[in-house]
């Protein structure tokens, strides 16, 4: 295996090998599903609800739906001019989930009616924690392109898939972190187009920046910044008109969409229904000044004590050398055009573990991390603090993700106590959600998936050591 130079000399070839790359996404697809559990299925119920119309039923719509986890479905929905009520989200997520409850319900005979827990842990797992894992190997290859080194690619995907909101967040349904892949996916190809020409990565990468906003319109800002780093590391102007086809065709399914339930090819859901979270914006400086606040320093909300180790990566990224300038430029725009909307928007994703709204550019600022992999000095802090930001993900992965009830606690320090396997993780959800949680009237946190994939997960972490030991050695 050929040695790189790390990313103080700008090198963009990645050494990470086959064997390797099948080994961490076993370790991490397993990892993540040792997380999912039963209390973030039924707090998300809604979403469940609409893979088991469309699963079911066949139907995009929620009526028509009996059982009693699906009771009195309202938040996050609206009624169109059909008649029928929809659940107010992108669809390609659960579009995706229906497909593979199909495949589990017809293999296995599990089924929301049957076995509502194990079923819609799998869902879960089987949508957003395969798109988290296969993003997370990925980060690896981009890790490896910017580092020369195949270590420093699997820490950096170490910290972005153990040790941000990726973690928690992977064991429910949850659109923007699904959608998340295809961001990491068009970083990953177009790091590959400025290594050679290539009308086939061309052609992936537009259709990766395409199907974006049909799984998360929150996703769209950081999926046009990307988008123009890609088109700059085309190597002809061929290569840029295969990126832009690929992206119109990638597009056509959110359009027809769109065009066929929510009014028009440009209405987005969220339009149609006047969500007032994401379509008012309220435009102020006392606001813009609570948002940052909220978002960056505020320690019971921000996303950098959720996850330390973005603070690095927000360092990096500023100090990422010249001949990466396409990739910085495009991280940092991505970063603060997302930021921007969040600061004078109607939501900002309050009651959940971490500031979730956070999510589209977390991969962004994932990038900068490379920067850390240029001396010793930098590596042993960056392996530190990565380690401190996985203990604070797994914590929040080990209670309910939302209706959280900290009060002005940071949620890590509430959720720490779980690491330890103590604390009450019934006290950190809002007394008026608890019994909308429960069917039967107790309320249980269980991990169904966990039983099998932490010895899945434990070859995979061994394979994976053995395997990079390996190419250490060979380069």
Same mark, same amino acid.
């Given at each position: ?8 000399? &700008? ?16 370790? %991490? ?5 040792? %997380? ?18 469309m ?41 995706? &989930? ?5 495949? =589990?319900?017809?293999?296995? &005979? ?48 170490l910290?972005?898939?153990?040790g ?15 959608a ?9 190809l ?23 906003? %049909? ?9 046009a910044?990307? +988008? ?34 929510w +009014? ?50 927000? =360092?990096?990224? =500023? ?41 589209? %550019? ?20 960056? =392996? ?13 992965a ?21 690491l ?40 995979? &972490? ?14």
């Open positions: 295996m050929t040695t790189r130079t790390p990313v103080a000399a &700008g090198d963009t070839s990645g050494p990470i090998g086959r064997a390797t790359t099948a080994w961490l996404f076993l370790f %991490f697809w397993a990892v993540l599903g040792c %997380f999912v559990h039963t209390v973030d299925q039924r707090a998300w119920n809604l979403l469940h609800a609409w893979v088991e119309a699963g079911e039923r066949s139907e995009l719509h929620l009526d028509g739906a009996t059982l009693p986890e699906f009771a009195g479905l309202a938040d996050d929905t609206y009624v169109a001019d059909d008649g029928h009520r929809y659940a107010r989200n992108a669809p390609g997520s659960y579009l995706f &989930g229906a497909g593979m409850y199909r495949v =589990v319900s017809s293999v296995t &005979g599990i089924s929301y009616r049957d076995s509502f827990e194990l079923a819609s842990c799998l869902v879960a797992w089987l949508v957003t924690g395969l798109a988290t894992a296969i993003a997370a190997t990925l980060m690896a290859h981009i890790g490896a392109m910017l580092t020369g080194s195949a270590l420093g690619g699997v820490v950096i995907a910290a972005y898939g153990l941000t909101l990726a973690l928690p967040w992977s064991g429910l349904p949850y659109q923007h972190q699904t998340a892949v295809w961001i990491v996916a068009a970083l990953y177009g790091g590959r187009l400025r290594d050679r020409e290539s009308p086939v990565v061309a052609a992936g990468a537009g259709l990766c920046l395409g199907l974006v906003p %049909f799984f998360s319109y929150a996703q769209v800002p950081v999926a910044c990307v +988008g123009l780093y890609v088109l700059a590391s085309c190597r002809t102007g061929r290569e840029r008109l295969i990126v832009a086809g690929a992206a119109a065709a990638g597009i056509v399914p959110t359009l027809a969409m769109n065009a066929a339930y +009014g028009g090819p440009f209405t987005t859901v969220y339009q149609a229904s006047g969500d007032p979270e994401v379509v008012d914006l309220v435009p102020s400086w006392s606001l813009v000044r609570a948002r940052l606040h909220f978002y960056l320093t505020n320690p019971a909300s921000s996303l950098f004590f959720y996850s330390p180790v973005l603070v690095l990566g927000a =360092v990096g990224l =500023v100090r990422f050398p010249a001949r990466h300038r396409a990739l910085q430029v495009a991280a940092l725009a991505g970063t603060l055009v997302t930021l921007g909307h969040l600061l004078i928007v109607g939501g900002r994703g309050a009651a959940q573990w971490g500031p979730r709204l956070v999510i589209p %550019f977390t991969p962004l600022l994932v990038l900068g991390l490379a920067w850390w992999w240029g001396s010793q000095g930098r590596r042993i802090t960056l =392996v530190a603090v990565t380690v401190v930001s996985i203990l604070c993900s797994a914590a929040g080990l209670g309910p993700m939302i209706y959280m009830k900290t009060g002005k606690r940071n949620g890590v320090a509430a959720y720490a106590p779980l330890v396997g103590k604390g009450d993780w019934r006290k950190l959800i809002r007394r008026e959600q608890r019994a909308a949680l429960s069917t039967d009237g107790e309320l249980e946190l269980h991990f169904p998936l966990r039983g099998i994939l932490v010895w899945v997960a434990l070859a995979g &972490g061994l394979g994976l050591a053995r395997s990079l030991s390996r190419e250490q050695r060979r380069g």
